[in-house]
C-alpha cells in the first residue's frame, strides 16, 4: 500500500512537467509503431530470460528430498545463461537452501535435501539466474511451497485445537491492481485459512451505511469473483463466513478518485478485447508484451476498446501495462494464454498392481490437429491425496495451461517493474553468466545450506492443516522409525561431473581389453604423444585443424574426474576397469567454453572414471576440485526390492509415496516415450504426471492414475 502511494505521489509531481507533451498523443485506437515515453523503458525492464520449474510432489516433509527439473527460455539473441540458482526462503524470507546448476540445452535438473528441523510452514521456492536478478522479483520463478515437521504433527494432533486455528485470512485483487471510483470493477476474492489453504465461504460487501452492495461465494479453491461500481469516497467492507470457522471483515481497496483501469472483454486464439477506462483528461499508453518482448504500443484518449493481437508465443501470458503521461504504471494486467493444443496422453498397460510389481507407461505428445511433437518431459509417479488447495501458491504466468482463466485476476502489482519506470534507469549490476565456470570465482552466489534459520513452530498453521497433510506426515514419522530400525538410508545416486567440451573422446568400452593405463593411452587415443624422460612420463597434444599441424610445446592440464591433478603418474595409477573415457581438448574455442583457455594453453588431457571414486580420493590429497561451485543432481533410484516377490520376509519394508522420478526424458519426433518402474510396498491410488515442453517451449503437461493393492 505505501508503494502504490508513493507512486501516486510521484505521478502528481509530474504532471505539470507533462502538460506539453500531452498535446502530441493520438487517440486511442491508433497503434503506435515507434515506442513511446515509458514504453521503451517498460522493454528496458523486462527480462529477456524465462525460467519454468516443476517438481516431483504437492506437499513434502522435513527430512526429504525435493526433486526439480527447470527449463530456460529466451526471447533475445543473446546468448543463454549457463548457471541456473535454485533457492528456497522460509516465510519470513531467511535463506534456508541456495544450490547452483549447469545449464545444459536450457535445461537443469537437481534435488534439494530438506533440512530435518524445518517448521511446518509455507516455504518459497525461487528460480533464477543470475542476469534474471536486474529485473523485477516476479519475473522470476516463485512458488509457495507447504512443509510439514511430523514431529510437530505427532505432538500437535491431539490437542485442542486454537481458536487461531479457526480464522479465515481475506485477501482481495482488483482486475488489472487499479479500482476507479464510479468504473464497474472485477475484484478476486481470496479466502484462506491460518494454514493457507482454501476455504469454500460466503461473503457480502457492505458500504460504510451497512448496505450489501455485492456478495460473492469462493469454491473449495478458496476462490471467487465479485462485481461492483465503486462510490467515489465510499469504503467499502467484506463480511465473510464459512462453515466451522470464525467470521471475518476485512477492508476492501479504496477507489481511486480518478484514473486507470484495464478489464477483459474476450478473447480468442488471436486477439483480444481489452476495455480501457480513463476517467482524466489526460493521455494515456497501453503497453502490451510477451516472452520478455513490448509487441504492441497503443496511445490515446478517454475511454473504450482496444484489439490487442496475442503474438505470444504459445504457453506465454499476455502483460499488458497502462502508463499516464508521465510513463508510470497505474494498472497491469495478466492474460494467461487459452489452454494449449498441444496434449499428453499417458496410459498405464493395468489400472491395478500389486506391492513390488513392475509398471509399463507409454506416452504420447500430440498438438491440435493430432501430429506427434518432439518434447523433453519429466515425470513422477506418486501415491498423494490433494484435497485442498493454496490459491496463492504459484505465480500464474507458469505453466497457465493448467489453471482456471479465474487466476489470472489473483495477480499482486509487479512493484520491482513499476518502481524502475519511477526511476526511468535499469542498472545491469548483475553478470550474465554465458561460461560454466570450472574454477571458482570472487562474488559468485555459492551452494549453501543454512543452520541457524527460524524454527519456531506456528500452532495455528498445523491445526489448520488439512487431513491428507496431516495423515501424509504420520506416515512420514513412521518410514523414518522404519527406516532407522532396519538401518536404512534413502536411495540414490550422485549424477556424474558436467563433462567438459573435447576435440577428442575415446570410450575404452569401445575397443579390446589393454593390460594396462599407459598401453591403453598409446593404443586408444589419438592426437597424444606419450613419452618417459628421466623416469617421468610426460604427455604432449598433437595440434590439429585445417592446414595446422604441430606439436604442443608444454604439456596438457591433467584432469581425473574434474580435479586438476600435476603429473601423468596420477592418471597411470588409475584402475584400468574403472576408467570409461580419454577426452582431449586442443583448439581455442573448446578451451574457453570449458572456461580453462587461461590454465590450458597447452590442451587438456581429461579422464573420467565410471565409479567416480577416484574424485573424492584425489580431493583429500589438496588437488583444486573443478565445478566445487555446482550442485552435482542426484539420480533417483528404483527401490531396492524392485523385482522381488510381495510378502518375501527377507527383503526390508519400502513405504515411499514416491516411486518414480525421472527428469530428463526425451520424446523424439514421433511423439512417443515409454518407461517403466517398480510400486513399493505402499498401496493406494499413485498419479503417473508428466511435465515438460515442446522444443518450440509450449508447455505440455497430463497425467494418468492406477491402484496398487494387496493381492488376496
Sequence with gaps: MAHRDFIMRTTKQLLILLLAPLLSYNVLGQQAQVASPGAGQVQMLLSDEQVRLVHSQPYYAAGERLWYKAHLNKSSSQPLSKALYVELLNAQGQLIVRQRLVIDESIASGDILLPQHLPTGHYTLLARTNWMKNFSNKQQYREKLLIVNAGEVVALKDKAPFEASQKLAVQFFPESNSVVAGVPAKVAAVVTNAAGTGIAATGSIENEAGETVASFQTDDTGIGLLEFRPDPQAQYEALVQADGYLAQRAVLPKAKQHGLALSMEGQNEDELQIKVNNTTPWAHTLVAASGGKVYLVNQGKGSGTVTVPRQAKAGEPVRLLLLNPGGLAEAERLVL???????????????????RQQVQVTLQVLDGQGAPLAADVAVSVAAFQTDFHMPLAKNPSFWADTLPDKLALIQAVDEGLWKGLVLGKLETKYQLEQLVDAFARDGVMEPMVASNYNARTDTAFVQALPQSVLSYALQHHNRVRINEVYGLAEPHAVAPIPKLPADKVFKLDDYVAFNSVEEAIREATTNLRLSKKKGKYVARLLYVRPGVKKLMKGEPIYLIDGVVVNS???????????????????????????????VAENGMLAVYTKSGEARERLKEKGYAMLYEQYNRPSAFVASPNAGAEAGSQTLTPDFRKLVFWEPQLKVGTDGKASFSFYTSDETGIFIVKVQGQTADGVPVSGEADFEVRLVK
Design 337 to 355: 494464454p487459452p489452454q494449449s493444443d498441444a496434449r499428453v496422453s499417458v496410459s498405464t498397460e493395468q489400472q491395478q498392481y500389486a506391492p
Design 568 to 598: 601423468m603418474e596420477e592418471i597411470l595409477n588409475l584402475d584400468l576397469n574403472d576408467i570409461a573415457s580419454f577426452e582431449l581438448a586442443w583448439m581455442e574455442e573448446k578451451l574457453y567454453a570449458g572456461n580453462l583457455g587461461h
